[in-house]
């Protein structure tokens, strides 16, 4: 019996700045998704505080180097956040 493909994916740790507003959040959300689906990814979300983390994986197959290269040029670009950061490219799947 083989053992199962790895899901190769990253985490992504968001931080929005103080006082953003609850429009201009969902908003940049929205933007998020939409650049997600727009490579083909999908983010599993966890919420901890005023910290969100996604684990991002490929909906087809597996998150690429170029995908979470992609997904850090674009969260640097977005002014909403105090901070931001993503992991390296590893298995999501937990261990047995």
């Known amino acids: 019996m083989s053992a199962p493909c790895p899901a190769l994916g990253f985490v ?3 931080e929005p700045v103080a006082g953003l507003s ?3 959040l969902a ?3 929205a933007e998020w998704a939409d650049f ?3 490579r083909g990814l999908r983010g599993r979300e966890q919420r901890g505080g005023t ?3 996604f684990e991002v994986e490929s909906e087809a197959s597996q998150a690429t180097q170029a995908d979470r290269a992609a997904a ?5 670009t977005r002014g909403e956040l ?3 950061g993503v992991g390296d ?3 999501l799947r937990p261990d047995p």
């Open 12 to 14: 992504v740790d968001l």
């Open 22 to 24: 609850a429009e201009r």
């Open 27 to 29: 908003t940049f959300r």
């Open 36 to 38: 997600l689906d727009g």
């Open 51 to 53: 910290r969100t983390r």
């Open 72 to 76: 850090e040029e674009w969260l640097s």
């Open 82 to 84: 105090s901070s931001y």
């Open 89 to 91: 490219i590893h298995d």
